[in-house]
Each structure stands twice: as C-alpha cells, then as structure tokens.
C-alpha cells in the first residue's frame, strides 16, 4: 500500500514514497541556496545550513502549511548583512532571537488574517518578481571566479548539463511519475559527470558544507538597552519580511494545492523556529517559495517530506559532505531555472488586456520593487498602498443620492454608496440647503457611514440645515453607523436632530 495516515495529521493521508523522495530532492537543492545565502549575509556557510536544519524541521511539524519548505532565505540576509558587517555574528543571532519573538507574538494575536488585504494582483507582482530573482541568481554560476563568464569548452558543458537537467524535469513526468523528476535529472547528470569525468564546477568548489550537529549557543552580547536599540530594527525587519514571504508563499501553495493552510499557525511557526535558529548557530530564515514549488510539484502534500528534507541536510552536513560536495553545480542550476519558469504566473500576462489598468500598474509595480529592491516586504507594502488608494478614489466616485418629495411636502434624500473621508465632498454636493423644504429625510439604507471624515460630514450637513431653520431626520443607519456616531459625541458635535442621546433615530416607513 503507498498511501498511510500521516503520522503528524490524522486528517490526511501520505504517499511515503513521494514524500521521502521529494524531500531528498529539496534537501539537495537546499545546500547551494543556503551557502550563497549565508556568504550574502557575510556569515560561514555552516551559519546558512544551521537556519535550513532548524528552520526547516520547526515548520515541517508545527507550521500551518504541510509541504511548504522553509529555510535560510535571501530575504533575511539582506537585511543581516550590514549588522554582521559592523557587529558580528553574535548580533546576528540576538537579531534571529528577537525576530522569532515578534513573530510569536504576532502569531498569539492573529495577525495573520490581514493578509486579507493583500489583493491578488501583489501577489501575481511578488511571484513574477521572485520568479526573476530566482532565474537571475543562477546565471551567476555561468561566471567563473573572478566575475567572467564562462566560455569554449566550460561554457558549452555547462550548460549542457543545464539544459539536460530541464529536459529531464520537463519530460520525465510525461512519461512516469513513480520518481520525482528533479531527483532523477540530478542523479542522472550526477552520474555522466562521475562516469565520463567531466570538468565542472561542484558544491565544493563553492564551500565546504562539513560540519557537526548545530552547536546551542546564547548569543553573547552585552544585556543592555544599547544591545536593543542596535537589534531591535533589524529584528522588526526580520520579523517583518519573514511573515510577509511565508504567509505569502502559504497562499500560493493553497492554490496548488487547492487546500486551506492555517496563517497563524504558521506565524507561530516561523517565530518558533527564528528562536532555535539563532540559539542553534544559525542566521535565521522564512519560507522559500522556490524549494516549497520544488516540493509541491514533485507531489508531496504532507509533513514528511519537509521534515526528511530538514533531517537529510543534516545528513549531509555530518556524514555525507564529500559526497554531496561532489554534485554539479549544473543539475542544481537546472532545476532552480525550472522553478522560476514554473513559479512566473504567466497567465498575468494574458489578463493584462482584461485587468484594469491600475491592477496591472500594481502588478508591475510590485515585480520591478522585489527585482530592483530585493525588499519583499517594501514591494508588498507599496502594492497594498496603491490598491488601497485606487479602492478609495473608485468608491469616492460611487456616492449617489435619488431626490424626490413626497406628499407631504418632505424632501427626501436617498444615499447610496459609501459615505467616508473621499467622498463626503461629493456628499456635500448632493444638498441644495436653501432652496429644500421645512423638512428633509435622509436616508442611509444603501448607504454607509464608515469613519471620522464621514461623521464631520453628517454634523456639518446638518448644522446648515439647522442654521436655516429646517428639520432634519437621519434614517436607516445600522447599528455600527450609530455605535460610531455616539462615540464621535466626545470628539465632534454630532448635530443629528430630535436625539439629543445621539442615540440616531431610525425612522419606520
């Protein structure tokens, strides 16, 4: 039988077969990210394998997102970079520490239900500029040392092996789908490389990745509010990014895999796993939306594969690094530029003539700051920002009011659209104070007073009303509109007539 109940989910079955599978795929494709991640941040390469060990296990069996990989990720390192620099490594991990306890208490509080407000054309930006980010990273391992492209017969090896690896992820599960695709094309190019003794460059030639199991180590820095003043920024930015690209990064598998993670959950997860990182030797870290595709396409849908991702990296760091040093930069290579060219929504390229243009601005917008910027959370905030202002301006316009008077010689005034600080100068349009009746209705059933602007508005229309000598009834406003209007009785006068308990009188037809 393949399929069991999953040991850490009794709710969901495994394939334990792919799962061990794919998680030995994302942990040979963990060992070069989390090197080059660690040496941007100016730390050893152990720094960067210590953050994918923990971080990783952490997430695998307390994160709200099953198959979702976490680790050492570019996000963190360049924000660590400039305290390593003129701090040290100590630093780093009192950063780490500190991140994981906002995380934690962010986690405890629920926050990461805004992740609500993150509309869909940033996420398509934040994929599409990731997606670059992860495709331009490897044609740096084009260069040889020093800076220079390859060129004769390296260049054309390389990216031989390269376009070998992809054919093989992209034709392989046309025909089988017993082993993960990337698996085998880093086998196979593995073994011509041993085999036909071909002249490339390796993992070793990038680093050493042997080591011990992480060693626990308190940060030793001086306890002070200097100490705090020196960590704290880079900890909220840590925090910060990291939630941002795993809840994220949890969206994006949800729609692959059409299931539902738990945010929050999540949040307490990566917290968790900062804390250990940083007492474990390690720089920190979040979700990786590369390594988690990785997983995700190879099929893997449970805990396992995280956590055998997690356990064989440390295998390789204590018992296998002379073998796993020896695997070709070229394979890894080739399945990183598959996961961008799978990771790019290219169905957002389609839409552009059917999206409204300010979501395609946001879109592009959000890809060029996380390309250019290389800051995920600066990206997202200016998506959200600019979405936000474009809602405002298209509801500002959507203010109505129908006139009519009845037989009683009221006139009425039917509201419909939201009243809030954008469009109380259209409201105020709508009013013809001098030249309407004794009495007035206005009337909020479509309508709905939604802030401070929107109250000052209502007190202003009616102190006109009331300086002419004319009556004003406010009606059908819901309980929440007047809950706001009472509680703006000690900010504003609130000139709602004939309720002087601004309690708002509700007339009945």
């Known amino acids: 039988m393949k399929k069991y109940l999953n040991l850490f989910d009794f709710s969901q079955e495994v394939n334990y077969r792919t799962e061990i599978l ?110 670059i980010i ?7 391992q084009f260069k040889v040392p020093g800076g ?4 004769g017969v390296t260049l054309y090896s390389f990216l031989g092996l390269v376009l070998l690896t992809m054919l093989v992820i992209w034709g392989l599960p046309k025909l089988s789908k017993v082993v993960p695709a990337s698996l085998m094309a880093i086998l196979l190019v593995f073994g011509l490389v041993l085999v036909f003794d071909i002249d490339t460059r390796t993992i070793g030639d990038i680093a050493s990745i042997q080591g011990g199991f992480p060693p626990f180590h308190i940060p030793e820095i001086p306890v002070s509010l200097e100490t705090l003043k020196i960590i704290f920024p880079y900890a909220a930015i840590v925090a910060g990014v990291g939630l941002i690209e795993s809840l994220l990064t949890l969206n994006i598998v949800d729609e692959i895999t059409e299931t539902r993670g738990r945010g929050n959950k999540e949040a307490v997860a990566q917290g968790t796993a ?99 910027l290389h800051n995920l959370a600066l990206a997202v905030l200016v998506g959200v920002i600019i979405s936000a202002l474009v809602f405002s301006w298209d509801n500002a316009k959507r203010i109505r009011a129908r006139k009519y008077i009845d037989e009683h010689g009221v006139k009425h005034y039917e509201i419909y659209g939201p009243l809030f600080f954008g469009s ?21 059933k479509e309508s709905r ?26 009606r059908h406003l819901s309980q929440d509109c007047r809950r706001l209007l009472f509680n703006a009785d000690k900010i504003i006068d609130v000139n709602v007539l004939e309720d002087p308990t601004y309690k708002v009188m509700v007339d009945k037809f």
Request: proline fraction near 3%.
């Open 148 to 151: 220079a492209w390859m060129s």
């Open 449 to 474: 007073v939604v802030d401070m602007s929107a109250i000052e508005a209502l007190n202003k229309i009616t102190e006109r009303y009331l300086k002419v000598g004319k009556k004003v009834h406010l």
């Open 274 to 372: 900062n804390i250990l990182s940083g007492l474990f030797s390690g720089m920190g870290g979040c979700a990786m939306i590369g390594q988690s595709l990785i997983n995700t396409s190879n099929g893997a849908r449970a805990r396992l594969s995280g956590i055998i991702a997690a356990v064989m990296l440390l295998v390789f760091i204590m018992f296998g690094a002379d073998l796993i040093e020896k695997v070709p930069m070229a394979a890894l290579t080739g399945l990183m530029i598959m996961v961008a060219l799978g990771t790019f929504e290219w169905a957002s390229l389609r839409t552009f003539r059917r999206m409204p243009k300010s979501d395609v601005l946001v879109m592009v917008l959000v890809t060029l700051v996380t390309v250019f």
């Open 22 to 131: 794919s998680g030995l795929t994302v942990a040979l494709a963990l060992v070069p990210e989390a090197i080059a991640f660690a040496l941007i941040a100016g730390l050893s390469p152990l720094t960067g394998l210590y953050a994918a060990f923990v971080m990783g296990l952490v997430t695998s069996i307390l994160g709200g997102r099953p198959g979702m990989i976490s680790g050492a990720t570019g996000a963190v390192a360049v924000v660590i970079v400039s305290l390593a620099v003129d701090y040290g490594v100590e630093y780093v991990f009192a950063a780490v520490v500190l991140a994981g306890i906002m995380q934690l208490i962010a986690g405890f509080l629920r926050l990461g239900k805004f992740m609500r407000l993150v509309p869909h054309p940033v996420i398509f930006g934040f994929v599409n500029g990731l997606a």
């Open 424 to 444: 109380i100068g259209l409201f105020n349009e709508k009013f013809d104070v001098l030249n309407d009746p004794e009495e007035v209705i206005i009337d909020f």
């Open 134 to 140: 992860i495709f331009m990273s490897q044609l740096d």
